[in-house]
């Protein structure tokens, strides 16, 4: 099984920035498509954002369009999701997931977001 | 916009029996002949974990006495034999197409 460790998460104010990571030490997830998930206090499972194993096709909910953006770093291994301009409804526990296509199979530990000021 | 609806949403069944999950679909899942549906199991403070895909399917590592079935709109996630293990939140989900969207959840409890 992949072991996906995701990072980055902190507590911030509305409308300020962070930067969440995803790596899968010892595997390499750059043949993978790549998929944030994010789930609030208490609350279901609410899909983010995702992208091909290439880095192109990034696609979003729209409560993200323009705020946040998928990327990967190729030479490191690794995920990201810049989130800008947060909300308080931005506030989860997010996941990154792994897969052949826009199924999920792998889900690593999340990394919690507090927007708040 | 796919809207996903599950039922019950929360399900107290004795050790031993068998517990039955229901989903669906706003529109049809299916295409190319398969079935564009997932069904995944969440535990108290872990990530969720892939149990069932394409509607059918089970994931590497789970148990027969998980099985999913249905076709195009209406799927049931089936557990048989309920072990005390089995105590979670079940999640349907399509990925017939962005946005990936999934079910409300359903409490399972002993």
């Known amino acids: 099984d992949v072991h996906l460790v995701a990072s980055g998460g902190d507590l911030v104010q509305p409308g300020g920035s962070l930067r969440l990571s995803c790596t899968a030490p010892?595997?390499?997830?750059?043949?993978?498509?790549m998929t944030w998930i994010r789930q609030a206090p208490g609350k279901g499972l609410e899909w983010v954002a995702n992208?091909?194993?290439?880095?192109?096709?990034?696609k979003y909910v729209d409560s993200v369009k323009g705020r946040f953006a998928i990327s990967r770093d190729f030479a490191r291994n690794l995920v990201y999701l810049q989130m800008n301009r947060l909300r308080d409804e931005d506030t989860a526990t997010y996941y990154c997931g792994s897969g052949a296509g826009w199924l999920v199979e792998q889900w690593g530990q999340g990394t919690r977001v507090t927007v708040s000021s | 916009d796919i809207v996903m609806i599950q039922s019950p949403h929360s399900l107290t069944v004795s050790l031993g029996e068998r517990a039955t999950i229901s989903c669906r679909s706003s529109q049809s899942l299916f295409s190319s002949r398969k079935n564009y549906l997932a069904w995944y199991q969440q535990k108290s403070g872990q990530p969720p974990k892939l149990l069932i895909s394409w509607a059918t399917t089970r994931g590497s590592g789970v148990p027969d006495r998980f099985s999913g079935g249905g076709s195009g709109t209406d799927f049931t996630l089936t557990i048989d034999n309920l072990q005390p293990e089995d105590v979670a939140v079940y999640y349907c989900q399509h990925y017939y197409g962005d946005p990936l969207t999934f079910g409300q959840g359903t409490k399972l409890e002993i």
């Open positions: 010892g595997f390499n997830i750059n043949n993978y498509w």
């Open positions: 992208m091909k194993p290439d880095g192109s096709g990034q």
